[in-house]
């Protein structure tokens, strides 16, 4: 049962079904179907896998022999935890775009994309990587660009202009890499081994960091970020919040950092400075917004700073809050864009001055919303908390002053999101929140599910932590021993 | 040699078949011609090649690749003609004779093994498609485009014929083999006018496969054709051009490498951002695909500039996928024109809601011309990138890279417009050989896209 290509591949195969299903209830269906079997898929390599260092439920094909490319996938406890949360959130994005009309072609998009993010995250071969990388950006392209708001067509050529633009550096630094290898291969242990001088560690760190950079984003980075999340259509932002920039992330803790360490050792510095800019820099813009989508794209931009500045301190505790943040901010932010797409629904307008008092008709949702707030702003007993708690600490073991910026993002954070949340849900009601309905069945589920998470990992983050711990710890120690 | 003679003799036969009125033999018959054509190539598919007729032909696996490849794209060419030229002519014949003989120009093109036979198959494939430029005789734009194609072609030509001479002068052979022991045996001391050769036959041939500073022809060309014709402008006989190219430079000149590669390299630099940049501004769709095959044959002069031995395996790949991508494109564009009357971009609007699968497939096509994974194009530029690398040329591949990005722009415009801009349109009604022509190229494309092992290493 823990076959890792069928796990890959029957998101593809209901993608292909999908898309000739042109009703919209089957298509809901057989949507949700496809990724919950996906889930309970995912199920036996949770149980199955042994918490230590090594790459498990390997699998390996010849793929372009003559090119020495291998479809070479595994799962360590690095990508176990985001493979979970692919497959985790997929089910609740699909519920959540129920309320509305969408055919099979949408939901195609998105098993399609869900193969491609799994490819990113299991993938042992750079070229593999790359392949999953680009997949994961056609579905959302076309998904942002098809079903999004009025300036769709401008923001995602951007967005994907910027983002194809960065994986073709990242392109040219594998195949330069690739070149190098004595075998001949593109296999990531390969990578792992080569011994390339200071210069040129120096250009391959930047060719793969733009790519990273771009996706996550980290300032300056960022730009096309906040135009895309908020045309985009929910269940887009979901996925583009919720997981793709998570395949930054990913991808400077498994490529970037272990493949050119004198290159990291060079720019991390940079690089995390950087990641604590976007964090002040996001925060303060966030508290300008009115348009609540946009705050929220502006306050994942300071939360991705954060769990990149933890990355790039290149600890034991950074890692492993950055594992644990990314789950995290996932869930979050999913939690965070389904209600305010409730609220715009409802309300017919996405500017916080015409909401308010929703909670006295809707207290349910007021409840549930408030959990998920508490969430995101780092709320002890909550998941936020951990991972902040975490990310901070590694950061504060890099450099005093960093810790203290980047730890503005807990107290601007909880600035701006407590004002969204008073002008959303408190306060008078005018004449269209007085009559706002609460929350239906479908909208309950998704939620209920987010808040036990957004509660149950606050509580007792050990087991999530305790997958990652082991193959976090080597990985630092591999890269510190080449850099003293 | 067999499967030359059978093709120059099909279209002979296909001369008399109009003669004696037989239109509705014309396509079965050269369809069948050219499978014939197909299997002799197969029985010839042979590692120990030795140049025939006095080392005039070499049929190898680079030969016969490549003409495999020039055949089943004319093959597809010749399915998308049923109905086009009948409308507006009563010589068809004459049309399917014509694309036959410069098919065979082309198969003689990619298998020379002597200056004369390339100077001779390059002149059998031009000359007929001066006279397929132009087969719209009361067309303006057709007329146009011959007159142009021919003068600019001819003096393309008298480049060419003044660099074999000049090769001769130097090595004193024609043979592609003599010239290499020539230029292998005395590194240092090569005369001066090989020298003058080597860069005058740059000239000629670029003129042919269209690159910059050389390509002035090739937009008002490519447009003013009938659509069918660029077609097979853009796909067979820029395959045949880069493949001779190719194994010239691969076979003789590799020595000399120090000399001609600068002269390359900045050629496909400037191919590439002309081609990309003029083609951004393009508003009509036939128009850009000129310039985007301007910028093609910018990536395509890589294979050359690397002259190792993964190039011959680059460029059929690249060529394979950039001919499949343009066959889906133009086939597209021929149905959209004749019910719109229009090549422009907004003749696509809408296109998606009524024809949902001949939008999928020109998405696709451009997918693949834009070079993203899963397609033929990325495997061609992957393969493109990776052997101009393996000579340490990264600030070239960091420059076609951003090319590749302007280039999402243009390709992209066309998906806008068929998927994100609404419009009330007619169906249109895709006859059965058009969707055979398309779903033929596009499984190809992603067959290549996905798993490329079936033909990297072929050659």
């Keep these: ?484 | 040699m067999s499967a030359i003679i059978t093709l120059s003799l099909l279209a002979i036969l296909v001369l008399y078949l109009g003669l004696f009125k037989a239109r509705r033999a014309l396509l079965p018959v050269s369809l069948l011609g050219l499978v014939s054509t197909l299997v002799l190539y197969g029985i010839q598919w042979d590692g120990q090649a030795v140049p025939l007729y006095s080392g005039m032909v070499l049929f190898d696996h680079y030969a016969v690749a490549f003409s495999v490849l020039c055949v089943l794209i004319t093959a597809l060419v010749l399915l998308l003609s049923k109905n086009y030229f009948d409308a507006g002519s009563t010589h068809v014949a004459e049309y399917y004779a014509l694309i036959l003989f410069s098919l065979t120009g082309a198969l003689l093109v990619v298998s020379f093994h002597n200056l004369a036979m390339l100077f001779i198959g390059i002149e059998i494939m031009s000359v007929a498609l001066y006279i397929l430029a132009g087969i719209r005789k009361k067309d303006f734009a057709s007329n146009e485009a011959a007159l142009k194609y021919f003068l600019m072609g001819a003096f393309s030509t008298g480049f060419l014929l003044f660099g074999i001479a000049l090769l001769y002068g130097a090595s004193g052979s024609f043979d592609l083999a003599a010239i290499k022991d020539y230029v292998v045996s005395n590194p240092h001391t090569v005369s001066p006018l090989l020298y003058g050769g080597i860069l005058l036959l740059i000239v000629g041939l670029a003129f042919k496969v269209g690159a910059a500073p050389f390509h002035f022809w090739t937009p008002d060309v490519y447009d003013g054709a009938p659509i069918l014709i660029t077609t097979f402008m853009s796909t067979v006989v820029k395959t045949a051009a880069f493949a001779g190219f190719l194994r010239l430079f691969y076979s003789c000149f590799v020595p000399l490498q120090d000399f001609w590669i600068p002269v390359l390299l900045i050629m496909a630099v400037v191919t590439l951002f002309i081609g990309n940049i003029t083609a951004l501004i393009q508003q009509s769709f036939k128009r850009m695909l000129a310039y985007s095959s301007i910028s093609h044959a910018g990536y395509m002069l890589f294979a050359i500039i690397a002259a190792g031995p993964s190039s011959a395996e680059a460029v059929l790949v690249y060529v394979g996928a950039y001919s499949l991508a343009s066959v889906v494109a133009f086939g597209v564009l021929i149905l959209v024109k004749r019910t719109t009357g229009s090549d422009h971009f907004e003749a696509f609007n809408g296109l998606a809601k009524k024809n949902p699968y001949l939008s999928l497939a020109l998405a696709i096509a451009m997918l693949s011309l834009a070079g993203i994974p899963l397609t033929a194009g990325f495997i061609g530029k992957f393969m493109m990138f990776s052997s101009v690398l393996a000579d340490y040329h990264v600030l070239l591949v960091v420059l076609a890279v951003v090319n590749a990005a302007i280039g999402i722009f243009y390709y992209f415009r066309v998906i806008v417009a068929m998927y994100f801009k609404p419009l009330d349109r007619d169906q249109i009604v895709v006859n059965g050989y058009y969707k055979t022509v398309l779903t033929v190229a596009i499984l190809v494309t992603l067959l290549l896209g996905v798993y490329p092992a079936w033909i990297t290493g072929l050659i």
């Design chain 1, 1 to 484: 049962m823990d076959n890792l290509f069928i796990l890959l591949l029957l998101p593809v195969l209901g993608a292909i079904v999908l898309a000739f299903v042109n009703q919209v209830k089957s298509a809901r269906q057989f949507a949700l179907a496809v990724s919950l079997v996906s889930l309970g898929l995912t199920i036996p390599f949770l149980l199955n896998f042994v918490p230590d260092a090594s790459i498990q439920f390997e699998q390996q094909f010849a793929w372009i022999p003559a090119l020495g490319i291998h479809f070479h996938i595994g799962i360590d406890g690095i990508s176990l935890p985001l493979v979970l949360l692919t497959n985790g959130l997929i089910p609740l994005i699909i519920l959540s775009a129920f309320s509305y009309d969408y055919k099979g072609g949408f939901y195609a998009l998105i098993l399609f994309m869900q193969a491609g993010l799994l490819l990113v995250f299991t993938a042992l071969d750079a070229f593999a990587f790359y392949v999953g990388w680009e997949i994961a950006l056609i579905p959302i392209y076309f998904i942002c660009a098809l079903w999004g708001g009025e300036n769709r067509i401008r923001v995602n050529l951007k967005f994907f202009v910027y983002t194809f633009l960065g994986s073709l550096l990242m392109l040219i630094a594998i195949i330069y890499l690739h070149l190098q290898v004595p075998s001949g291969d593109y296999e990531l242990t390969s990578f792992y081994q080569l011994t390339l001088d200071s210069g040129t560690q120096r250009w391959v760190f930047w060719a793969f960091f733009l790519a990273f950079a771009i996706k996550m984003p980290i300032f300056p980075f960022h730009t096309w970020q906040p135009d895309t999340y908020t045309e985009a259509p929910t269940a887009g932002t979901m996925l583009l919040a919720g997981i793709m920039l998570k395949m930054g992330v990913y991808g400077v803790i498994r490529w970037l950092i272990p493949i050119a360490p004198l290159g990291f050792a060079a720019y991390g510095q940079l690089a995390l400075i950087l990641c604590v800019i976007g964090v002040v820099y996001a925060s303060i813009i966030a508290f300008k917004q009115q348009d609540v989508k946009r705050l929220v794209a502006y306050s994942s931009i300071a939360h991705v700073g954060l769990i990149g500045a933890g990355v790039f301190a290149w600890n034991v505790q950074g890692l492993q809050g950055a594992m644990i943040q990314m789950i995290n901010h996932g869930i979050s932010v999913v939690g965070l864009f389904f209600v305010l797409d409730i609220v715009a629904r409802r309300l017919g307008t996405r500017e916080m001055q015409a909401m308010g008092g929703i909670a006295k008709t809707a207290p349910v949702l007021a409840i549930v919303f408030l959990v998920i707030v508490m969430g995101a702003v780092g709320l002890p007993l909550t998941n936020g908390f951990v991972g902040e708690f975490l990310l901070l600490m590694g950061v504060y073991h890099y450099g005093i002053w960093y810790a203290v910026f980047g730890g503005l993002t807990l107290i601007l954070g909880a600035v701006y999101m407590l004002r969204m949340y008073q002008k959303v849900m408190l306060g008078d009601s005018n004449a269209q929140t007085s009559n706002f309905l609460d929350i239906n069945r479908t909208e309950w589920l998704v939620l209920t599910v987010i808040v036990v998470l957004v509660i149950g990992i606050g509580i007792y983050p050990k087991p999530l932590l305790h997958i990652s711990e082991a193959a976090v710890t080597e990985l630092v120690e591999k890269v510190n021993l080449i850099n003293n």
